[in-house]
């Protein structure tokens, strides 16, 4: 199937309407999508939000198959995150994502490169990290490592078993995302190789971004890649919920 999952709209730091994004997607010629915009605890708009895709899913249900959701950055190393858990039943799909490192005091910055060993920056990341794999909240871990690279940890230097294992185990979705991932990285490979599922997404936020990340999308989907049935997921997260 060819699909986006992540993108995102003026509702939060996209330059595009839901609407014009979902054209663009439509144009493009991708059968499913999902809109997961930015949140935060303080987000009122949220219903606001979930209620327009709801009706652009009507609206748009002959053209292509829409899915609600958000992305929520993790706040701490217990694996929260930063929404509202009134929020979760208001969509379809819940993003976790680390953007900033969490320590016991607040996050990592740039300037901690310098003043603080890096043994202690990964052992934040990896106790924030495996929490979030632990956190019922969250169905898509996007873009994993990502925020590892601006304090020059390289792979090598992770234990990339361990990770993947607990990826594997946690039955969390696993995002490649074209912004940040190619398909060479340990932490795909050896997912792929443990059988974990995944969603090929863009995280684009303008329609330009779109367009142009959607030939890295419709070449990774290609790969070989488990892809998850996201019709039959959804289906099955609103029975249990």
């Known amino acids: ?3 986006d999952l992540h993108m995102h709209s ?4 996209g330059k595009n309407t839901p609407e014009e994004m979902i ?13 997961t915009d930015h949140v935060w605890r303080s987000s009122s708009w949220v219903p606001a939000y979930t209620a327009h895709l709801h009706s652009l899913k009507m609206k748009y249900r002959n053209q292509i198959q829409l899915y609600s959701g958000i992305e929520a950055k993790v706040v701490s ?25 969490p320590k016991p005091d607040g996050y990592y910055s740039s300037a901690d490169v310098d003043r603080m060993p ?28 990502s925020e590892l690279k601006k304090f020059g940890v390289r792979e090598e230097e992770l234990p990339m078993t361990e990770i993947t ?23 795909i490979r050896l997912s792929a190789h443990k059988g974990t599922a995944f969603l090929i997404s863009s995280d684009s ?10 030939r890295l999308v419709k070449e990774f989907t290609g790969k070989g890649f488990r892809l998850i049935d996201i019709h039959r997921y959804v289906r099955e997260k609103k029975t249990i919920s």
């Open 1 to 3: 199937m060819y699909m």
């Open 10 to 13: 003026n509702y939060s730091d």
């Open 23 to 35: 054209e663009a997607a439509i144009g493009i010629g991708y059968e499913t999508m999902a809109i």
């Open 77 to 101: 190393l217990d694996g929260d995150i930063d929404a509202d858990p009134s929020f979760d039943a208001l969509v379809d799909l819940v993003l976790g994502s680390i953007h900033r490192i």
């Open 118 to 145: 890096q043994r202690v920056i990964v052992e934040n990341w990896l106790e924030a990290f495996y929490r979030m794999l632990e956190n019922p909240r969250v169905d898509i871990i996007a873009h994993p490592l």
């Open 165 to 187: 294992d607990r990826i594997a185990d946690s039955g969390k979705i696993l995002e490649l995302n074209v912004r940040y991932n190619t398909p060479d990285q340990s932490v």
């Open 205 to 214: 936020h303008t329609v330009q971004d779109l367009i142009v990340n959607s």
